[in-house]
């Protein structure tokens, strides 16, 4: 499967690389040239992105090798073992230039006054300190929260949605776990959570990259015990609408 998503890939983008700039030998007005042109375009600024460099007149000579199943310079095996190394390669590439930044930024960030780092790395600027007590692992705890990229962009807020969220603390990514245990209840902190702390070179979908370091101002704004025991199974039972009842 990933070795005709790749073939695929580097057919169609080749429908976009015959020239810089528009051509204007070719009418983009049918349906199959529009179309063509659209793969073509999609395709390409993806690999674009991803920092591949091809060599034009090599890629289109190959494209109509095996089109027109002439002869090739090389097997097929060989080529998509090719194609696969050069986007390993690449990808190896990308991550180190993501983690050689967030390192420049989290060294910078560390040398601002009042910024605490802890053992793991975890940084944190006291805002305001509360005095109500600190939560434990086992405890739920409601806060508020607005999240952070380095360049600003807001991936969530609960501000934005004036609603506090509760959640578990041993439910969520370590740093966060780790800064809320720093909090007394009324306290408020802008919270740089490291990659390794939060979602690492993967990231989360399209909304956190990999190797982003997060940042979060946060208030502590209570503690809920979570704790549950044998005594609250008939209450969770009616709760879901179940019964020991069997008249």
């Not at 460099?53 to 000579?61: K, L, Q, T």
Request: proline content about 2%; glycine content about 8%.
């Amino acid at each position: 499967m990933k070795r005709c998503a790749i073939v695929s890939c580097l057919f169609f983008v080749a429908l976009a690389v015959q020239a810089n700039g528009i051509r204007e030998d070719i009418d983009f007005t049918g349906e199959k040239a529009r179309t063509s042109y659209a793969f073509g375009m999609t395709v390409g600024g993806d690999l674009k992105q991803a920092g591949l460099e091809m060599d034009y007149a090599a890629f289109m000579e190959g494209l109509r090798s095996a089109m027109e199943q002439g002869q090739t310079v090389m097997d097929r095996d060989e080529a998509l073992e090719i194609v696969q190394n050069a986007f390993e390669s690449t990808l190896r590439k990308q991550s180190a230039e993501l983690q050689a930044k967030e390192e420049a930024f989290l060294a910078a960030n560390a040398s601002q006054a009042d910024i605490n780092i802890t053992d793991s790395g975890l940084q944190y600027l006291v805002l305001e300190e509360g005095s109500g007590p600190k939560p434990t692992i086992n405890d739920m705890v409601q806060v508020h929260y607005e999240g952070t990229l380095t360049d600003g962009t807001v991936f969530d807020s609960s501000y934005e949605r004036d609603e506090p969220e509760t959640f578990s603390l041993d439910m969520v990514i370590s740093g966060w776990t780790e800064a809320i245990l720093l909090m007394n209840v009324g306290s408020k902190y802008r919270v740089y959570i490291p990659s390794r702390l939060a979602y690492g070179e993967r990231g989360a979908g399209q909304v956190i990259p990999p190797f982003s370091t997060l940042i979060f101002t946060v208030e502590l704004l209570d503690i809920t015990e979570n704790i549950r025991d044998d005594d609250d199974e008939e209450a969770d039972d009616s709760l879901s609408g179940e019964s020991d009842s069997e008249d």
